[in-house]
């Protein structure tokens, strides 16, 4: 979900973004590519962000609220880092912006369930 708001919004604000074709897609190298782009960003990010939110979601409690939220400005921190400097998406900062938005418009219940 963050990546399709992420690329839509992209779409919006980057005049040279434009929809990929799969006829375009026909060499290895742009294989490589596509793959590089989509596939490999959504597992890493799953594996670094997703699996320490869920532990950190399914332990927070009333003495260990600060805890989850410095768990929170690491891992928006590392999606940043992570989506800036390895994969090169130049309008990281939106990408954690909309990361943010999503996370309290999903999980709000769950924590204020949880922390009470």
Do not use: C
Not at 16 to 21: G, T, V
Not at 47 to 72: A, E, H, M, Q
């Amino acid at each position: 979900m963050r990546y399709i708001t992420s690329f839509i919004l992209l779409l919006l604000i980057d005049k040279s973004a434009k929809f990929l074709k799969l006829e375009d897609v026909q060499t290895r190298e742009d294989w490589f590519m596509f793959f590089w782009l989509f596939l490999i960003p959504v597992l890493l990010e799953w594996i670094i962000f997703v699996v320490p939110l869920s532990y950190g979601l399914n332990k927070i409690t009333k003495d260990n609220r600060f805890w989850f939220s410095i768990l929170l400005l690491v891992l928006f921190l590392i999606e940043y880092l992570i989506a800036n400097y390895v994969f090169g998406f130049k309008h990281s900062y939106w990408k954690v912006a909309i990361s943010i938005v999503l996370f309290m418009l999903l999980f709000k219940s769950k924590i204020i369930e949880r922390s009470s």
